[in-house]
């Protein structure tokens, strides 16, 4: 629908239709929802004489769903295969090049959110290049189908008027085909995509926060060595840290200890906002004074020094 002719007269234009009868045939194709719109969007070009770009909100948030809900059921396969591989491939032509080009540059933290940026104005431009065209689109479309009316049935207007009803006119189950499309694909995506970026994320942060809480222990660990004293109002955190730690006598569903460093996850985001709130303790051990590790995380999740509570 970007190669659109422009051309004058239109493609397909029937210049010998009366404007009442040009009307009429226009009415019956594009049905009773948005008519006047269309119409007089057809009109413009009609008076014109060429095609030109005008905007168009459903093709520009819904294309997909706005083509099987005006039953261009084949340009939506189209679309879907021809157009979405085509966006797919500009978006991975552009990341290749802005990977080795400029994301040195950037702080590790900001790759992904920039990586995503690229390839959402890189599907924002080409939502507005069809948004433009897409009322060009379907005057060519109901010009088609009138002149193939027409020429079918010359002199049967009930027979021009159920073909362009056929072909033209809306569908409900088009549109909840498309919508359900969406749904399927965000599921997909849900279920098999999102738990891979989010496994790796995971094993960042708690490789850190381990990482962290356990140098942090090896000081209180150092402290109470040489004091005998466990050091309750040591600061350990840092606003820096994804992680709040601090120093206790006790903690909770740990009986056996005088001494433990109390580390909370805190200020992770989506897709791992579940690790919030969760908890490593690295506590001394009075029975055999040792410094061991539980944790609130499930046993895939919890890090191989500790053990889950």
Not at 29 to 35: E, K, L, N, V
Not at 211 to 240: E, F, H, W
Not at 253 to 258: A, H, M, R
Request: overall charge positive; hydrophobic content about 45%.
């Amino acid at each position: 629908m970007l190669f659109i002719e422009t051309d004058s007269p239109p493609p397909f234009y029937q210049e010998k239709l009366t404007p009442t009868k040009r009307k009429q045939l226009d009415q019956w194709f594009i049905g009773h929802r948005t008519q006047s719109h269309y119409l007089k969007r057809f009109e413009a070009f009609d008076k014109q004489g060429y095609l030109s770009p005008k905007w168009h909100w459903a093709a520009f948030f819904i294309t997909f769903p706005w083509l099987l809900y005006r039953k261009r059921y084949m340009d939506a396969l189209v679309y879907s295969v021809a157009g979405w591989s085509f966006i797919q491939l500009n978006i991975v032509i552009v990341l290749v090049f802005f990977e080795f080009a400029f994301m040195s540059y950037i702080p590790n933290a900001y790759h992904m959110p920039a990586r995503i940026g690229i390839a959402a104005m890189i599907w924002v431009f080409w939502s507005f290049m069809v948004a433009r065209w897409m009322d060009a689109y379907y005057y060519r479309m109901a010009r088609r189908e009138i002149a193939d009316a027409i020429e079918d049935n010359p002199r049967d207007e009930a027979a021009q008027k159920a073909h362009l009803q056929r072909e033209g006119g809306v569908s409900l189950y088009g549109l909840a085909l498309g919508f359900g499309f969406f749904a399927f694909a965000l599921m997909v995506i849900n279920i098999q995509f999102l738990p891979i970026i989010a496994k790796q994320k995971e094993n960042d942060v708690l490789f850190d926060a381990y990482d962290i809480a356990k140098n942090a222990q090896n000081r209180v660990a150092l402290i109470y060595q040489q004091t005998g004293q466990c050091p309750v109002n040591l600061p350990l955190s840092t606003d820096a840290q994804q992680l709040r730690m601090h120093v206790d006598n006790q903690a909770e569903g740990v009986p056996n200890t005088d001494c433990a460093v109390i580390a909370t996850v805190k200020g992770v985001s989506f897709p791992i906002r579940y690790l919030n709130g969760q908890k490593l303790v690295f506590y001394h051990n009075l029975e055999g004074d040792s410094w061991r590790c539980i944790s609130s995380l499930n046993k895939k999740q919890t890090p191989k020094h500790c053990t889950a509570n």
